[in-house]
């Protein structure tokens, strides 16, 4: 085994899980083992305190004249959750099939660890870097960056950069390089309805007080009509259009036709908005998800209550240029218009983050785009994702800089899943890529 999978898998052996307060001294020592690797290649490196978890910041000496690159990753895990499902122990990391197998190997810190590695090769074979170079990596991603954006706001002006690169996506198929320009947003809410003061005999009761678990599989159908449009008045209002040469490129990126999600998903067929492949609804088009229904007797076999409440979590994707709080607002409206008769409704909006996009044609995409060339061998693709990283509009707003979304996960990677795992073939290629691409960059 290498000396950077060795320390990769030293990395990967921190049970990180952000969300689980009985981990909290685990974060914190996996942040402090950062501290002591990127120290030891000779940044100068910070450990941040935060009303949670730490942030690490490690820069090299700046000088003038250079373009300023932020590398952002975050070091905190998704819990591991079921373990009955996992082939091997998830965090003692191991390679089989050309994989790493651990919970993190992809997200994120597979992918970020790439990023120091390259920054750590390049100084070792050129005793200098080419860019004036900040890493920001924070412990808290996975449960929504709640002290990052303080923390840009407080320290706006020692982060300030020209470009912002990030490894927390993914590529369309193994081997096709891919870098991203956009990010779908989010904002979620939780529904309760309420109905009698307790479960009640569904023989005794039933048919004359209304039922919240039928209530609520009656709402949670408002929200689409039968061939997915999404119900919600003023949903589409400011959807931003595709672009007719996104349209004309997707349709030749390998990886994501119909028969390429039915493959990853094991899903029977494909579902959605009439008139858009399945690349441009994920991509490009908004979405109403249902993430958890439930209500009544859960057990083994029949108990015949008629449930004194049921509830629903929603989080709805976003695209240029909804607003999170425009549209949660709609769907507060929508919710409350269409609750049946005999329930009371309650919604707790949840936390939002905004869509992000950003010129694939600009300088520093260009750059981005030739640094993945020669670490892949082939062109890149260039795609819209379809999941959400809140903060990277943050880093726009507070910052002023755009991000280069340059991922190295596969579809069938399982983050946030049992069995995550990441090739070893795109770990070693990620580093590659980063010292490609702090060349590029330099030339702005």
Known sequence: MTPELLELF????????????????????CAAWLVTKLSSMGLQTELHETARHPIVVARNEHRANRKTVLIYGHYDVQPVDPLALWHSAPFEPE????????????????????????????????????????????????????????????????????????????????????MGYGLRGIACAEVILRGPKGDLHSGIYGGAVANPATAMARLVASLHDDAGNIQVEGFYDDVRPLQDWEREMWKNIPGVSDADYLAVTGSPAVFGEDGYSS???????????????????????????????AFAKFSFRLVPDQEPKDILEKVRLHFEKHCPA??????????????????????????????????????????????????????????????????????????????????VANFEAGILLNQHLLRELAKG
Request: with cysteine.
């Open 10 to 29: 030293e990395f990967l052996r921190f049970p990180s899980v952000s969300t689980d307060s009985s981990h909290a001294g685990d974060v914190r020592a």
């Open 95 to 178: 390679i089989r099939e050309g994989k790493i197998w651990c919970r993190g190997a992809t997200d994120n810190k597979g992918q970020m660890f790439a990023h120091v590695l390259g920054v750590e090769k390049t100084l070792r074979e050129h005793g200098d870097l080419p860019v004036n170079l900040i890493f920001l990596f924070e412990g808290e991603e996975e449960i929504g960056s709640p002290n990052l954006t303080p923390f840009l706001q407080a320290h706006r002006e020692e982060l300030r950069c020209d470009v912002i690169a990030v490894s927390d996506t993914g590529m369309v198929a193994a081997g096709v390089p891919t």
């Open 279 to 309: 690349a441009e609804r994920v991509w490009a088009r908004p979405t109403a998800e249902v993430n958890g229904i439930g209500g009544g007797y859960q057990g083994e076999g029949s108990k015949t209550v008629l449930p004194a409440q």
């Open 342 to 423: 005999g329930v009371s409704i309650e919604i707790e909006i949840g936390h939002d983050g905004k869509p992000y996009h950003a010129d694939p044609h600009s300088d520093f995409g260009k750059a981005a785009q030739r640094a993945l060339t020669s670490a892949f061998g082939r062109e890149p693709v260039l795609i819209r994702e379809g999941g959400s990283i809140p903060i990277i509009q943050a880093f726009r707003e507070i910052l002023g800089a755009d991000t280069l979304l340059l991922g190295l996960a596969l579809p069938d990677c399982q983050i946030h899943a049992p069995n995550e795992n990441f090739p």
